[in-house]
């Protein structure tokens, strides 16, 4: 399985990012799909998930009512659509793909893991 993402780059406060992740490698729609960050100096934290379908999507509280997650399986593609962004959302972002079909928070919960895209926020 590869995981490919795009999207980061530099932003100033307030303005808004959209990441993708593109997968190959087995059944994309079987298997739930996140995202995590790291910025420097932190260990690595969850951001957002999403379930197989696309039905159920779950966030951490930093991201909640800014980020949104989503995925569209014909294309192999995960998104994360991000708003309102912060000089705090700076970090590298990972999409990761997880070894069941539905949402999760926890790293140990993904097989596979994309190289990373930066995020800067500028203030």
């Known amino acids: 399985v590869q995981l490919q993402a795009s999207g980061g780059g530099l932003v100033q406060a307030g303005g808004s990012l959209r990441l993708s992740c593109a997968a190959s490698?087995?059944?994309?729609?079987?298997?739930?799909m996140g995202w995590f960050r790291q910025a420097p100096g932190k260990e690595r934290e969850f951001v957002a998930a999403?379930?197989?379908?696309?039905?159920?999507?779950y966030y951490a509280d930093s991201a909640k009512g800014r980020f949104t997650i989503s995925r569209d399986n014909a294309a192999n593609t995960v998104y994360l659509q991000m708003n309102s962004l912060k000089p705090e959302d700076t970090a590298v972002y990972y999409c990761?793909?997880?070894?069941?079909?539905?949402?999760?928070?926890?790293?140990?919960?993904?097989?596979?893991w994309g190289q990373g895209t930066q995020v800067t926020v500028s203030s």
């Open positions: 999403i379930s197989w379908s696309g039905g159920t999507t």
């Open positions: 490698g087995r059944t994309f729609s079987s298997y739930g």
């Open positions: 990761a793909e997880a070894r069941g079909p539905y949402y999760y928070s926890r790293q140990n919960d993904y097989e596979y």
